[in-house]
């Protein structure tokens, strides 16, 4: 006779919440929230028996597995009960309550952290292993001058889009303790993404996002829980008229920072670039956006203090190339890292897959015109001015659209021994910026680049 095993095989069963809407109109923004152990679509058919013609009455919003991280399972009992210690309409404490999809995700993470998730935060992803680099090396940057009183660290993160400079910067912050953080940008259109991930992501329950627009002002904040302030560098390090501090921002002047961080850096790393950019915003931010204190952009001379800069860009070339970081003051993070990333990660839950697929591929350049760049004669140009654009909609186009229509000629094979010609007498050439100095390579390939999702 077999004896039975020790550890029973564990049952074929999937625990899932699941909710969906009816088309009836009397349920109009409710949802009818479930749990089942089999597949969900088989599940809310049942409660269906009846079909009728045409499109279903019904539509599943949401599904996810009622899991604790310790394998046990939890039920729709527990998402009914915190919904309505939340306040949510349940009439006749039925399985229908009047809420979001957004809720009920909330409600899920709620449970299944054992916590109270009173901001109703939806993400709970993880960082990925570069961003834990990149948050690693920073704090020991940082902390190397924990002693030293007389100088402030520096530290660049050269990261492409998609890498989540800003969720990362927030890890930062909340691994090295800090409560006071002042986010500065040269792009102040980027300011939903900061505040998104303040507020939606539940490492950062109990922060507080502040801006020049938001209800909650530094004032009425609780000082006891760590505050974000988000402004826009023209804005709270700008002059009035007088040249002095804008009294509105007087405070941001009065606090010592635990960090400040600069977004979009290479913005404000090109004066004559970051004042144009400045002057090109939407109406809301002309009116304090033309150029003011772009004179105040030396660290060593800001009328603020801090104990540490973070520095973000996914372009910030002229930073590196004039010697403004050093080695150990840079994380570079490209897009040839994240693809490598991406096809070596094994994982079942691979943190990349989601990540558009990018194809780099290199154009070599006809051997006659190689030449001609080694030579130095066309050694350094500047590809933000060789592409200028001008006007606005249909009047839109290219400043010197004759030499980037050559240069597509060019690499789709339409090469002539002309060209050649036309670059020895300077007929024509490329417009130059000398003066910023940006030198390109001598390689004899030119790369272009292309996206695919897969």
């Known amino acids: ?31 009818k929230i ?8 088989k599940r809310v058919a049942d409660q269906y028996p009846t079909a009728r013609p045409g499109q279903l009455p019904y539509k599943i919003v949401f599904e996810e597995q009622a899991l604790y991280d310790d394998g046990t399972a939890f039920t729709d009992h527990d998402i009914h009960h915190y919904l309505r210690k939340q306040g949510f309409k349940n009439p006749g404490k039925t399985e229908w309550f ?51 009183k007389t100088n402030i660290p520096h530290f660049l993160w050269n990261a492409k889009m998609r890498f989540g400079k800003t969720f990362t910067a927030y890890q930062l912050a909340k691994k090295m303790g800090f409560k006071r953080i002042l986010v500065l940008t040269f792009k102040p259109a980027v ?32 000082h006891k829980r760590p505050i974000v302030c988000f402004g826009s560098f023209q804005d709270y390090l700008g002059k009035n008229s007088a040249g002095g501090i804008k009294p509105r921002n007087k405070w941001v002047h009065e606090i010592n920072w635990d960090m400040v961080i600069f977004d979009e850096y290479h913005y404000g790393a090109w004066r004559e670039s970051a004042k144009d950019l400045f002057e090109a915003e939407d109406n809301n931010e002309r009116k ?38 050093i080695e150990e003051q840079i994380y570079n993070w490209t897009y040839s890292d994240e693809q490598n990333a991406k096809n070596k990660c094994k994982e079942i839950n691979n943190p990349y897959i989601e990540l558009p697929r990018m194809v780099l591929l290199t154009y070599q350049l006809p051997d006659a015109i190689r030449e001609i760049a080694m030579c130095g004669e066309f050694n350094e140009f500047d590809l933000n001015v ?33 060209t050649v010609d036309n670059l020895k007498m300077g007929a024509k050439k490329p417009p130059m910026d000398l003066s910023r100095k940006v030198q390109s390579t001598n390689s004899k390939y030119f790369k272009l680049s292309s996206y695919n999702i897969c």
């Open 1 to 31: 006779m077999m004896s039975e095993p020790f550890f029973p095989k564990r049952p074929n069963v999937n625990p899932q919440i699941y909710a969906y809407e009816d088309d009836n109109p009397k349920y109009k923004g409710y949802l």
């Open 34 to 41: 479930g749990y089942t152990t089999v597949n969900v679509q």
């Open 98 to 148: 009047q809420c979001t999809v957004d809720d009920v995700k909330a409600s899920v993470i709620a449970i299944r952290n054992h916590t109270s998730n009173v901001e109703a935060r939806t993400q709970t992803f993880t960082m990925r292993p570069e961003q834990e680099a990149a948050v690693e090396r920073t704090m020991s940057y940082f902390n190397s001058f924990k002693n030293d």
């Open 191 to 222: 300011q939903s993404a900061w505040e998104e991930d303040l507020k939606t992501h539940v490492d950062f329950e109990g922060w507080q996002f502040i801006s020049r627009i938001s209800e909650l002002t530094f004032e009425t904040a609780d």
């Open 288 to 325: 304090y956006a033309n150029g003011e204190g772009m004179d105040y952009f030396e660290e060593d001379n800001m009328p603020i203090t801090t104990s540490c800069y973070l520095y973000l860009s996914g372009t910030p070339f002229r930073a590196i190339t004039s010697g403004e970081f």
């Open 386 to 418: 060789f592409f200028k654009a001008e006007g606005e909609g249909d009047k839109a186009k290219f400043k010197y659209e004759d030499d980037v229509q050559k240069w597509l000629d060019l690499i789709r094979g339409n090469y002539m021994e002309t």
